[in-house]
């Protein structure tokens, strides 16, 4: 099932996700509307606050970018297979230079920047079936996955730009917080009632 995306400016977007369990209500179900609610929106990731959700989980599936000319052939063999889920996720170790790449998000449609992450990283998380995972991941699959994270932590990639690049997008914001945009997704807008 195909779900409304939470716009900037709704308060779940800034809170720190909670853990949870394999007890969690209908979990394998979410996921699957999860991973509709992506493609449906044509996404790399999706993180649960984005559906309203303060819980520590996000998804994340890089074939989208596969089709970039600039790969090798290695990368785009990595990027059309990664597709994951995870749980209760923590970054542990964060390295090697910082890189820009320039972003959007499906929380904050028609706004992109350049945005400076570093190239790899540790993530210890669970798996849908719970099972325990801590991986090494570097280039764009790691940018998605730090990405959908800040997500979890309540940060959005609009915190990590420069202060006059905010000041340039206000406006803009201000039009996704009430709702004045359209784009070919569902989404539910804070100052308004869901389309």
């Known amino acids: 099932m195909i779900l409304p995306i939470v716009g900037y400016g709704d308060p779940v977007l800034r809170k720190v996700g909670a853990e949870i369990s394999p007890e969690y209500p209908n979990l394998s179900e979410l996921i699957a509307n999860m ?3 992506m493609y449906n929106a044509y996404g790399v990731g999706l993180a ?3 559906i309203g959700l303060a819980i520590r989980l996000f998804i994340v599936d890089t074939a989208p970018f596969a089709e970039s000319d600039d790969l090798s052939t290695e990368e785009t063999e990595q990027l059309k297979s990664f597709k994951k889920t995870f749980i209760n ?6 390295e090697g ?3 820009g790449f320039n972003e959007g998000c499906l929380s904050i449609p028609e706004v992109r920047e350049d945005v400076f992450r570093k190239e790899r990283i540790t993530i210890e998380y669970v798996d849908e079936n719970f099972v325990k995972h801590s991986d090494v ?5 790691a940018r998605v996955i730090q990405h959908e994270y800040d997500h979890i932590e309540g940060i959005l990639f609009t915190d990590k730009i420069s202060s006059l690049k905010k000041t340039l997008i206000k406006k803009r914001l201000q039009n996704i917080i009430d709702g004045k945009i359209f784009p070919d ?3 539910k807008f804070f100052n308004k009632k869901g389309r």
Do not use: C, F, H, S
């Open 35 to 37: 991973y509709d609610t």
């Open 89 to 94: 996720a923590k970054i542990v170790k964060e």
């Open 97 to 99: 230079n910082e890189w």
């Open 185 to 187: 997704y569902r989404m």
């Open 137 to 141: 991941y570097d280039g764009l699959i």
């Open 48 to 50: 649960a606050p984005q």
